[in-house]
């Protein structure tokens, strides 16, 4: 099994700092918001980018997929009572000339071996597509 280690502390009442390896993040923790750091939920919509990210770089090789670039776009729907995601929808654009079926035989292969698609996809439902550009 695979551990990992994140630490945070408060900075002041609008921010804090997680860190993680030699890695430094600002955290968005001011009730009002903040424009230059990441609040929790886009901090988790950001994990599951990276997952997705990580996917195709992990899958392109073994599937022999070609491709040149790749973007995720995520939103999550919240909901206020109690305070919960309700839906996470995303796209995935890849550049590449691969047959559709390929597109899709990729796109299953990120959502199945996918730590954090799966942790999330536990507990709230995911839905979206990969597409080429």
Known sequence: MREYRVTARRVDGHGGLAMAKQAELVLDTDPAGRQDAMNPVELLLSALAACMLKGIERAGPMLQFRFTGADVALEAVREDA???LAR????IVVDSEE?????????RNVLKYGTISNTL????PIEGRLRRR
């Open 82 to 84: 109690p305070p919960r």
């Open 88 to 91: 996470i929808r995303y796209e």
């Open 99 to 107: 047959s559709d079926r390929r597109l899709e035989l990729l796109h």
């Open 121 to 124: 996809g536990a507990a709230v």
